[in-house]
C-alpha cells in the first residue's frame, strides 16, 4: 500500500460545482496532514492544514478521520482559479518530513 | 523576508556531469527538505536536514546523490555522474521546526531547479 493515496482523477468540472478529493494515508504515526496546491510547472503552495475536528476556510472544507486513515478536501462554488493539481500531504509519522500523494487534477470549465 | 531561493532555476547537464543545486531557506528557518519531482509524477521525498545534520535520507538514491546543509550558507544537492533519469524538477522546502503533532507547520517551498540531463 502506498504512503499516501489520492483519487487517480483528472477531474473535469463546470464553474460552480462541488468537488470532492479524497486521501488515504498509511502510517496510523502521521501526526500532521495538509492539502497543498500545485499549479502547473510551480512549486506546491499550501492551501490548508487538516485538523482532527475539520476545517474551513471559506469555500474550502478539510475532514480529517484518523481511525479511517482518511483526509478529504471539498470545494464549493468552484471557480476558473482553482483548476490545478491538489496534493494530499501527510507528516511521516513524528518526523519533520511530509510525504506527498501523488495529486489529483482538476479542471474548472466556463 | 525572501522566501525560499533555489538556484538555479535550470540547468543543463551531459550525461556524466556533476550537477549543484542549492537552497537558501527562508530566514529563521532551519530545517530543509528536498523533493524530487519527475514529469507528470508527484513529489517523492528524498532528503531532510537541519543545521550541519542529515535527519532522514530515506529517499536518496543510494549512489550519486548527495545533500549537506553546512553551518554557514545554503543547503546543496549534489548529483554525481548524471544520467537522463536524472531529468527532473528538484524542489526544496523549509520550514521553522518539526512538523509535529498538534501543530502544522507549514513548509515553504522554493521554486524549483530544473534539471535537463542532455
Known amino acids: 500500500r502506498k504512503e499516501v493515496e489520492q483519487d487517480p482523477g483528472p477531474f473535469n468540472v463546470p464553474e460552480g460545482a462541488t468537488v470532492a478529493f479524497n486521501c488515504t494515508y498509511s502510517n496510523s504515526a502521521s501526526q500532521s496532514f495538509f492539502w497543498y496546491r500545485q499549479d502547473c510547472r510551480k512549486e506546491p503552495k499550501l492551501l490548508m492544514s487538516v485538523y482532527s475536528s475539520g476545517n474551513e476556510d471559506g469555500r474550502f472544507t478539510a475532514q480529517l478521520n484518523r481511525a479511517s486513515q482518511y483526509i478529504s478536501l471539498l470545494i464549493r462554488d468552484s471557480k476558473l482559479s482553482d483548476s490545478a493539481t491538489y496534493l494530499c500531504?501527510?507528516?511521516?509519522?513524528?518526523?519533520?518530513?511530509?510525504?506527498f500523494g501523488k495529486g489529483t487534477k482538476l479542471s474548472v470549465k466556463p | 523576508n525572501a522566501g525560499v531561493m533555489q538556484n538555479p532555476r535550470h540547468l543543463v547537464r551531459r550525461r556524466g556531469q556533476e550537477a549543484r543545486l542549492r537552497c537558501s531557506p527562508m530566514?529563521?528557518?532551519?530545517?530543509v527538505y528536498w523533493y524530487r519531482q519527475l514529469p507528470e509524477e508527484g513529489l517523492k521525498f528524498m532528503v531532510y536536514l537541519q543545521k550541519e545534520n542529515i535527519i532522514d535520507e530515506s529517499g536518496m538514491p543510494k549512489e550519486r546523490f548527495s545533500a549537506e546543509f553546512p553551518k554557514e550558507g545554503p543547503s546543496i544537492l549534489r548529483i554525481q555522474q548524471v544520467v537522463r533519469g536524472d531529468s527532473a524538477a528538484y524542489f526544496c522546502a523549509s520550514s521553522p521546526l518539526f512538523i509535529q503533532g498538534g501543530r502544522n507547520t507549514e513548509a515553504f517551498f522554493g521554486q524549483g531547479t530544473r534539471l535537463t540531463v542532455v
Open positions: 530566514k529563521g528557518h532551519s530545517h
Open positions: 500531504v501527510v507528516s511521516k509519522g513524528s518526523q519533520g518530513n511530509l510525504i
